[in-house]
């Protein structure tokens, strides 16, 4: 996906700009960039790759050459950025967060106006936010050549333009799938992704943007340019999985929702009397834990960690580009307790179940351990579509998904058509697939949260809730 950071002041804001970007590292895996503005010798920028080394360590030796009292840096979790771009418009810098689903039909109407062209990448793509600077530059203003892209896109598009008269412009995406919040402090405002971000460094919430909202931020306060329109689809999976820990969207912390989501399976199995026996309950590191915890709380059986991740080294099991490479690191990973394996029935709870790429090696590695039983539970439902918004998955296709696969092996194209029925747990169909999905990895047993249950535990208003994923409902 990707994540941003922005701040403008009446003091030097790089050390904000880098620690506030660096916060948004969980976010992305690719590249990373900062912009800053001098007044004296104008914007600075670096972008590095981040594949296989943190932000933090790329950018420290760049600091030196930072100064300035506005900048944005950005975490890609896809193309290079931020970018530099000179128009009609002046010169600004460009980040963006989201998803083009229509980027080549784009590519090709500007291409019909002679004498456009695109630095084009090695794969004869266009960068996207290269593309997304090109239709703002459609307009003769900045606020409206926002406006114009967003609308234009097939997909999300949250925006972040630094300009050279000491301002910073953030446009939400249409629907407001991303949060955009600003901070604020004694010299100056910040605007980010994550909250808790700017927290650590001083700032004090001060606004919240509504969905397709641009506002345009100076030192000394922010003017809206664009109002927020009302209808709101925030994606659940912030809270799932992407969101870190202390991150607050639409006033519900994530730790918080995964504690009551947790429960809540608990609950309805309860209900159901399908609870298993169990030893111990566990969650698959990391953002299965909380979901895990609140799942142990509810149950009545005991927490316990029974294997742990070797983090220092390899801090994301998917950083490298080679899917073999990132399967043998997650092997490599898993650390056991062989106290808390041998011989005992263990329920794990993992925060999703979308491509299945690592449950095999995560089983075949507990029963080596000597486990008696594994049990699995996903902290969200049956994953029926390949985002087309925010990019969470590495897939290009919906075949690409685990439920997918299963139910074209079940039913062929007839099931295809019955995928409603398949993402209902409750149903025949629904049943067939999680007992599916169970054999072909080893499983005991595998459940589900239900999306009712889901949308209970974020607490907010369901219609302003994205569930594409699941129920392939914008």
């Known amino acids: 996906m990707g994540g941003f950071f922005g701040a403008v002041s009446h003091r030097d804001i790089v050390l904000d700009v ?30 590095h790759s981040i594949s296989n080394t943190p932000f933090r360590t790329k950018f420290e030796k760049d600091l030196p050459a930072f100064r300035g009292c506005t900048g944005i840096g950005c975490i890609s979790d896809s193309d290079p950025q931020p970018l530099l771009v000179r128009s009609h418009l002046g010169l600004y810098a460009i980040t963006t967060v989201g998803q083009i689903n229509n980027a080549e039909e784009l590519v090709e109407k500007y291409f019909a106006d002679h004498g456009h062209q695109f630095m084009a990448m090695s794969s004869g793509k266009v960068n996207a936010t290269e593309l997304v600077a090109a239709l703002i530059n459609e307009r003769e203003s900045l606020e409206a050549g926002l406006r114009h892209a967003q609308h234009l896109v097939d997909g999300s598009m949250t925006i972040l333009l630094m300009t050279s008269d000491q301002s910073i412009i953030a446009a939400r995406d249409y629907k407001g799938r991303l949060p955009v919040i600003i901070g604020k402090n004694e010299d100056g405002y910040c605007v980010s992704f994550e909250s808790f971000a700017f927290q650590k460094l001083g700032y004090s919430k001060d606004y919240e943007l509504g969905p397709a909202e641009i506002v345009r931020i100076r030192a000394d306060g922010y003017e809206t340019l664009m109002p927020a329109k009302e209808n709101m689809r925030i994606c659940a999976f912030l809270w799932t999985y992407y969101g870190y820990p202390n991150s607050n969207y639409e006033g519900i912390n994530v730790e918080v929702m995964r504690y009551r989501n947790g429960e809540i399976m ?64 997650a092997k490599m990973k898993q650390i056991p307790v062989p106290e808390l394996i041998e011989g005992k029935k263990l329920l794990f709870v993992d ?101 009712d249950g889901l949308l209970e535990a974020i607490g907010i208003d369901p219609e302003k809730i994205c569930t594409y994923c699941w129920n392939g409902k914008e």
């Open 266 to 329: 608990a609950r309805d199995e309860i209900t159901r009397g399908n609870l298993p026996k169990v030893d111990y309950v566990a969650g698959v590191p990391d953002s299965g834990l909380p979901h895990a915890i609140g799942f142990a709380n509810r149950s009545g059986k005991p927490f316990a960690r029974p294997f742990v991740k070797y983090t220092p080294t390899w801090p994301r099991s998917f950083m490298p580009s080679n899917q073999g490479v990132r399967d043998q690191v």
């Open 18 to 47: 880098f620690f506030g970007t660096d916060y948004h590292s969980h976010l992305g895996t690719r590249n990373a960039g900062m912009a800053i503005w001098d007044c004296e010798h104008g914007c600075k920028r670096q972008i």
């Open 351 to 451: 925060d999703s179940i979308v491509r299945g790429t690592q449950l095999q090696g995560t089983v075949d590695f507990l029963y080596e351990s000597g486990a008696a039983e594994v049990h699995m539970r996903s902290a969200c439902p049956p994953i029926m579509y390949a985002c087309k918004y925010l990019n969470f998955s590495r897939g290009n296709s919906d075949m690409d998904l685990i439920a997918r696969r299963t139910i074209q092996e079940l039913e062929g194209d007839e099931g295809q058509q019955h995928l409603e029925e398949y993402a209902d747990v409750s149903t025949e169909r629904g049943k067939c697939l999680r007992q599916a999905i169970a054999e072909k990895f080893g499983f005991d047993s595998l459940g589900y949260q239900s999306l």
